[in-house]
T-cell receptor, first 112, second 112 residues
Framework: DGGITQSPKYLFRKEGQNVTLSCEQN?????MYWYRQDPGQGLRLIYY???????QKGDIAEGYSVSREKKESFPLTVTSAQKNPTAFYLC???????????FGSGTQLSVL | QKEVEQDPGPLSVPEGAIVSLNCTYS??????FMWYRQYSRKGPELLMY????GNKEDGRFTAQVDKSSKYISLFIRDSQPSDSATYLC????????????FGAGTRLTVKP
């Protein structure tokens, strides 16, 4: 947590709807990440960004989109193309290249 | 075969017990190894970090890496109820790699 704010804490998505998860950080970290956590599975990388206006796909980017217009912000949009969006979504930051991730408190997304 | 295997538990121990948590991995190129602790519905927090074979101690926690066996462990001495959480192992191939691989997590309960 501390310095990384994810909102909302709980989010519900209707069929065919796009939803956006917010991630804001005040740690002045360059790199930001989005992970998806499902029960019984390890965290899986969706997208990451090392600098403003640049981002890369992770292992499971299909059905998701991101933007990085500001260093502090890295919102994740779950599009209607993501057919199984119910999961716990975690945003993380990394200072430089020290391999240590700092995580936000997560957003639980559920489908109505 | 998953790259990182971790027994999901659940694991239940009495207060004061020594806890052993383990992960195995298939890719011998992993060099950096981490343990994260995650309380329920919170983001993971970094607990231990190591990049060499052998033991690393921090208070009641000891991280052990055996690269020849592709096996890592986290030991918790004098376990406390506050240690009740899910413990995730994680590893990286190289410094600066943005794709950290996580185990599924082991859920630990320490009973008073």
């Amino acid at each position: 947590d501390g310095g990384i704010t994810q909102s909302p804490k709980y989010l519900f998505r209707k069929e065919g709807q796009n939803v956006t998860l917010s991630c804001e950080q005040n740690l002045n970290h360059d790199a930001m990440y989005w992970y998806r956590q499902d029960p019984g599975q390890g965290l899986r990388l969706i997208y990451y960004s090392q600098i403003v206006n640049d981002f890369q796909k992770g292992d499971i980017a299909e059905g998701y989109s991101v933007s990085r217009e500001k260093k502090e912000s890295f919102p994740l949009t779950v599009t209607s193309a993501q057919k199984n969006p119910t999961a716990f979504y975690l945003c993380a930051t990394e200072q430089g290249r020290d391999e240590k991730l700092f995580f936000g408190s997560g957003t639980q997304l559920s489908v109505l | 075969q998953k790259e990182v295997e971790q027994d999901p538990g659940p694991l239940s121990v009495p207060e004061g017990a020594i806890v052993s948590l383990n992960c195995t991995y298939s890719n011998s190129a992993f060099q950096y190894f981490m343990w994260y602790r995650q309380y329920s519905r919170k983001g993971p927090e970094l607990l231990m970090y190591t990049y060499s074979s052998g033991n690393k101690e921090d208070g009641r926690f000891t991280a052990q890496v055996d690269k020849s066996s592709k096996y890592i462990s986290l030991f918790i001495r004098d376990s406390q109820p506050s240690d009740s959480a899910t413990y995730l192992c994680a590893m990286l191939l190289v410094s600066g790699d943005n794709d950290m691989r996580f185990g599924a997590g082991t859920r630990l309960t320490v009973k008073p």
